[in-house]
């Protein structure tokens, strides 16, 4: 699945650490600690407030004692209950904890290399936990995998934001970190904080992982992910600028005739690891396209966005991932298909200037483009091109069909193209051949 977004909003327990991790760790390191606390910490305007507010909410005297305000306090816990005040005491003591080393937190396996490279990709990070701020920051100050603190942007609890499943909350969020909701993603285990969320206009996803609570649970029309590995999140600055660029050279090559009516498709690839093509969506008049009318394809050009992506996303993929390309062009333009109609077994030429535009000789330097048949399974067109590929012919021709040119970018891809378009006309209308096969 990709998203582009330019914040991403996370979740902590279920959704960066087990649950166990919260219950079976976190709770039973404070629990036998906040008795102590309360009684050597009584001096401390945030314990003192935090005690009145267990006093008041807990139906206590306002005078009540350590051992009642306590009772309440792990009466809470047993029922995990998400009040300021336990979530505050219980910060400061997980706080301490993490300083000295006794605690650490552990993600999932999934979670720190994701973190790093959406942060590496510009992305902006923020969380949003029923866990006190304090209690975040030292979460993530010691973990399996280090500091990781320097990687968020913003933290959010219950006490800053709101509540989690409170639609309102989310638009505090977004209001505080300055962001539009539409371009932000929550990612939370919990379904009623992602209908909040959405609620809210927020983008939000699902994280169904393998045995935790919300596992099984009814995530209703929210797109789930069971690991960070199946996401792909792309700035979302960055997928409209690739939109904008493959809207712009399909408009060229739609004035030029090549892409007559719906037909061809262009792709830049986004991400090499794993495999992620930005690919014009199928359908559509292909002059006027918008910077919204893409699709991201994954290696096999299966699409991991909202659309329907045109079958031959598959070979665009197989062409990325075997020649390395930065962009594929796909067009009908008409010279490349008669000359692959009279020479099946290859396009040679040789002994042109415009070879240069290949990226070769102009004498003494022969190139043939390869010709495969045509047909409906991509993997078995993607085999034949894997076939007859190399490196220094960056073009393949399907018979009866269209062209394919590929380049480091579009720009690159539209030259070739244009080069190769005029080699084979000229090709065509120089030859004394004679045709394998009569052309149609």
Known sequence: MTVGVDLVLLDIEGTLTPTEQVHAVLYDYARPRLGPWLDEHADSPAVAEAVAQVRSLGGLAPDAGTGD??????GWMDAD????????????????????????????????????????????????????VTAQVAAFSRTTDGDVTGLFSGHFDTVTAGPKRDGSSYRTIAAELGVDPARAVFLTDVPAELAAAAAAGWRAIGVARPGEPYHGADFGP????????????VPAARLLAAGRELAA?????????????????LSVTLDRDPL??????????????????????????????AGVPSAEAGLHARIAAVAGAGAVVHVHALAPVLAAERWPDGVRLSGLEMLKGLGRGAHDDPVTIPVIANGQDMRALGDAFERGFRSDVPALVVAGHGVYVWGEDLRQARHRLECLEWLCR?????STDKPTKELR
């Open 426 to 430: 000229f090709a065509l209308e120089t």
């Open 222 to 233: 929210a797109r789930t992910v069971a690991s960070f590995d199946e996401l792909t999140l």
């Open 276 to 305: 992620r093509l930005a690919i014009t969506a199928s359908g559509l008049d292909k002059g006027e396209l918008t910077e919204t009318d893409v699709i991201v394809v994954d290696g096999r050009g299966d699409a991991v966005s």
């Open 249 to 265: 050279e399909a408009a060229r090559y739609a004035g030029l005739g090549w892409m007559r009516g719906t037909a061809g498709n």
């Open 81 to 132: 209950e998400k009040i300021a005040a336990l979530k505050t005491l219980q910060g400061m003591i997980w706080q301490r904890g993490y300083a000295t080393g006794e605690l650490v937190t552990e993600f999932f396996a999934d979670v720190a290399p994701a973190l790093r490279a959406w942060h590496a990709a510009g992305l902006r990070l923020a969380v949003f936990s029923s866990g006190s």
């Open 69 to 74: 305000v306590l009772r309440v306090l792990h």
